[in-house]
């Protein structure tokens, strides 16, 4: 007969809300990224809840219960992409200056669009289609604090330089970064990134370093 072990004073501690609430967010994270790649491939109208619960791992009505129609969904995806925006002019050590915090933002606009090509080509035509144009608007209404906040921030870097009209630079600045990002997230092979940072910079009067040595090709979708 084998050992029996007493366990009638031992008492077994529930999971701490800290972790039940961890455990929640990366089932959420989860299905977020399924989500995201699901609309990717099939686009957000040819994408069904069980599609993305397929991808996941996980039950169908476990996304349900998350996100209880596919438009909390994308709104969801969305509102994270858009944190990851407004998040870029926040300074990082060392920007004490405004040049500093104008070359900071270029560089941490640039190398996010270019490790995020896939949300950013589907943030893209999300914002663009019919479908959808209505869910983008209201996820950008809902943060329209931080927005603000966003906006402010780069006209008064532009204010610091010395610009006639920091809300005309700040828009124009905008404009030109979006631009890239665009470009970008259609010619991924082959759009000269290094040679467009080096020009912003130069352009805005920003330490620059030497320009690449490298040619700059046609954009061409390989």
Do not use: W
Not at 143 to 165: M, N, S, Y
């Amino acid at each position: 007969m084998g050992t029996v072990i007493d366990l009638s004073g031992v008492r077994l501690s529930p999971r701490s809300a800290q972790v039940n609430r961890e455990m929640r967010e990366q089932s959420q994270q989860r299905i977020l990224e399924a989500a995201l790649l699901a609309f990717a491939e099939r686009g957000y109208e040819g994408t069904t809840i069980a599609q993305i619960a397929e991808r996941a791992g996980v039950a169908r009505g476990l996304v349900s219960y998350y996100f209880p129609a596919k438009e909390k969904l994308l709104q969801a995806l969305l509102g994270q992409a858009l944190d990851g925006i407004l998040a870029l002019t926040d300074p990082a050590e060392g920007e004490d200056t405004p040049d500093l915090r104008l070359a900071g933002i270029i560089d941490r606009t640039l190398g996010s669009a270019a490790n995020t090509i896939g949300v950013q080509r589907l943030v893209l035509c999300l914002m663009l289609q019919p479908g959808t144009r209505e869910i983008f608007v209201g996820v950008e209404a809902a943060k329209a604090d931080a927005v603000e906040k966003f906006e402010r921030r780069l006209q008064e870097i532009f204010a610091a330089r010395g610009a006639e009209d920091p809300a005309l630079e700040e828009v124009l600045f905008r404009s030109v970064l979006e631009g890239v990002i665009f470009k970008l997230a259609v010619y991924p092979e082959t759009y000269p990134l290094a040679a467009v940072r080096h020009r912003l910079l130069t352009m805005y009067g920003l330490p620059a370093g030497d320009p690449p040595d490298e040619p700059v090709r046609p954009l061409r979708s390989t």
